[in-house]
């Protein structure tokens, strides 16, 4: 259930997020979720992309430092309250969620929340034995 997010760390100037986001369009590389941080001296935008592989490895080649880490992408139903019963199962359980995002699309009814936590696997388990549902990595590329 793991999901590739790319990393890349951008010196915060004008113009370096548009190039970033030029090449990706040059090499037909999708955007499907992002988070941008910053520092007054860089930022780190993280992305889901529809081919993570490809994309680590032209930035690279383009001399970005670039980072793939796994994350989940975690279905959470998209009324009042949702994002809390996670939340608070995950908590009640010692997870520890480094940081968050959504993603761009839905999937049916419900949101999809992107989760750094310390430990994918135990949270997946307890998801799943709450009635939580992660999102595949083939399903979320398509959506």
Same mark, same amino acid.
């Given at each position: 259930?793991?999901?590739k997010?790319?990393?890349?760390?951008?010196?915060?100037?004008?113009?370096?997020?548009?190039?970033?986001?030029?090449?990706?369009?040059?090499?037909?590389?999708?955007?499907?979720?992002?988070s *941008?941080?910053d520092?007054?001296?860089?930022?780190?935008?993280?992305i889901?992309?529809?081919?993570?592989?490809?994309?680590?490895?032209? *930035? +690279?080649?383009?001399?970005?430092?670039?980072?793939?880490s796994?994350? *989940?992408?975690?279905?959470?139903?998209?009324?009042?309250?949702?994002?809390?019963?996670?939340?608070?199962?995950?908590?009640?359980?010692?997870?520890?969620?480094? +940081?968050? +995002?959504?993603?761009v699309?839905?999937?049916?009814?419900?949101?999809?929340v992107?989760?750094?936590?310390? =430990?994918?696997?135990?949270?997946?388990?307890? *998801?799943?034995? =709450? =009635?939580?549902?992660?999102?595949?990595?083939?399903?979320l590329r398509?959506?």
């Amino acid at each position: 259930m793991n999901i590739k997010q790319i990393s890349i760390f951008i010196e915060n100037k004008k113009g370096r997020l548009a190039e970033v986001t030029k090449i990706l369009e040059e090499n037909n590389i999708n955007i499907r979720a992002l988070s *941008l941080a910053d520092t007054s001296d860089f930022g780190i935008l993280r992305i889901i992309v529809n081919e993570p592989e490809k994309c680590k490895n032209i *930035l +690279y080649d383009k001399g970005f430092i670039v980072k793939e880490s796994n994350v *989940l992408a975690v279905e959470i139903e998209d009324k009042p309250g949702g994002l809390a019963r996670v939340l608070g199962i995950l908590s009640e359980n010692d997870i520890n969620i480094e +940081y968050m +995002y959504a993603f761009v699309e839905k999937k049916e009814n419900n949101a999809i929340v992107i989760f750094k936590v310390d =430990n994918n696997e135990k949270t997946v388990s307890i *998801l799943s034995s =709450n =009635n939580i549902n992660t999102v595949p990595d083939d399903i979320l590329r398509n959506l």
